[in-house]
């Protein structure tokens, strides 16, 4: 995992992590040396989140634009899970990156430590390589450009022979299920920018319709050919009951896709670990439209396309641990687009991520999120539609608990470290 040929060149990048649709910044446009680096929503305004990459040895320094300061590992430290921070540049190892092609996007290893460039929380970090998607980067120029590939830059193949080797061998399971949708989401993620409101798909015309009087158990993939499904007998219910059984439950790694749920749509979908649901649909939402509960911190849910529309309380209920993306996603007519779980007997901190989501009024809010359990959102290309959009609160801070009791609020808004966006991130139409 070095640089080569076909690698990027020398230049002034943004660099945007697979994962969370984040650019690498110094918070709040830091000056001083020791700031820990992070990703926050891209903002051409944003000072701190421009990085100029220059030739060293097999690799780059990655410097700060704003503050001269170079990115390193805290400490020159080789261990994994060491902060990754803003540094007064020294010419050490530890402040040198070797771009490795990762599908359509790169790992940064670092040259001293042989770990990759990694994020969790919006903090930056370095971690053993391996399949994870928050462990790529596209770099974008100041332009929206590709990189030009560097004529200077050569391989070096014992080195990419090792961090292959250990990329594989450190690849877990979970990892391994979710390769497909990870590599799929970084191959779409070529633009800093958020994509246009064309990518957002008409509502179907369901081909035909199926009662569901069972839930669907789903492993692998399961492509619905845009049919209707929807509840009968046992699931037969469209009330706000939090005991349904869902329509689908998908295994750990599973995905759905191509799947119109109508009325009545029970609990809709259950995500027992990584998922991804592609262009599903609910016409009148249930309980919930889906659940996510996967228990491991490196949890990945994928929700791209579709759209739902009459959810009377929550559409995307997060109650396991790990990050859900969402994107070019619409819904219409709704309480809260996504819910970090305010009184889940087990709590965990999650992450949701979205871009491109068009939200039509009448609604409540974007996104809500646990304050105390470290929960953090990060939001652009959002588009909020209707006489009462600017009634619709984009982000609300909680104090989540576990004890059943209605959470208390903490405020709403961008605050840079939970709900994390910028007033351009956001269109009122």
């Given amino acids: 995992m070095s640089a080569s040929a076909s690698g990027p060149g020398a230049g002034t990048y943004r660099l945007v992590n697979a994962a969370d649709d ?24 944003a000072a701190g989140q421009i990085w100029q990459l220059t030739v060293s040895g097999d690799g780059f320094t990655v410097k700060a634009a704003h503050s001269g300061l170079c990115a390193g590992v805290k400490g020159a430290s080789t261990s994994a899970g060491k902060a990754v921070q803003q540094q007064t540049c020294n010419g050490g190892a530890s402040q040198v990156w070797k771009p490795a092609r990762a599908g359509d996007a790169y790992h940064l290893v670092n040259a001293a430590s042989d770990k990759c460039l990694n994020t969790g929380a919006g903090l930056a970090k370095q971690n053993s390589c391996d399949n994870a998607i928050s462990k790529s980067w596209t770099l974008k120029t100041t332009t929206g450009a590709s990189p030009s590939a560097s004529p200077t830059s050569s391989a070096s193949p014992s080195a ?7 990329a594989s061998a450190s690849a877990s399971p979970s990892a391994s299920r979710t390769a497909s949708a990870s590599a799929s989401a970084t191959a779409s993620k070529t633009s800093t920018a958020a994509p246009s409101d064309t990518a957002l798909g008409a509502w179907p015309t369901p081909t035909a319709q199926k009662a569901v009087t069972a839930t669907i158990e789903v492993s692998g993939t399961y492509d619905g050919g845009v049919k209707r499904f929807y509840g009968s007998g046992d699931l037969g219910s469209s009330g706000q ?27 809709g979908v259950h995500c027992l670990g990584s998922c991804t649901l592609q262009n599903v649909w609910w016409e009148d939402v249930g309980e919930d439209a889906a659940t996510f509960k996967g228990k491991s911190p490196s949890a990945t849910y994928l929700v791209v396309g579709g759209g739902a529309r009459k959810a009377d309380d929550k559409v995307l209920q997060h109650n396991g641990a790990g990050t ?7 819904v219409e007519d709704f309480g809260k687009l996504y819910r970090s779980c305010g009184n889940c007997s087990t709590q965990y901190q999650r992450h949701v991520v979205i871009s491109n989501v068009k939200v039509t009024s009448p ?14 959102a990060i939001l652009s290309g959002v588009t909020i539609v209707g006489d009462s959009s600017k009634e619709i609160n984009v982000c ?34």
């Fill in 363 to 376: 609604g409540g809010v974007v996104v809500g999120i646990n304050a105390n359990y470290g929960d953090t």
């Fill in 324 to 330: 859900l993306t969402i994107k070019n996603f619409q």
């Fill in 241 to 267: 009951a939090e005991d349904q059984g869902p329509i689908f439950e998908l295994a750990d790694g599973a995905t759905l896709k191509n799947v119109v749920l109508g009325a009545p749509a029970a609990d």
């Fill in 22 to 45: 984040g650019c690498l910044e110094v918070p709040s446009g830091a000056t001083a040396s020791g700031v820990q680096l992070g990703t926050a929503a891209c903002d051409d305004g």
């Fill in 396 to 429: 609300e801070r909680f104090k989540g608990n576990n004890s059943g009791d209605e959470p208390s609020g903490l405020g709403s808004g961008p605050d840079g470290t939970h709900c994390r966006y910028s007033a351009s991130g956001v269109t009122y139409k």
């Fill in 160 to 166: 990419s022979a090792s961090a292959s080797k250990s």
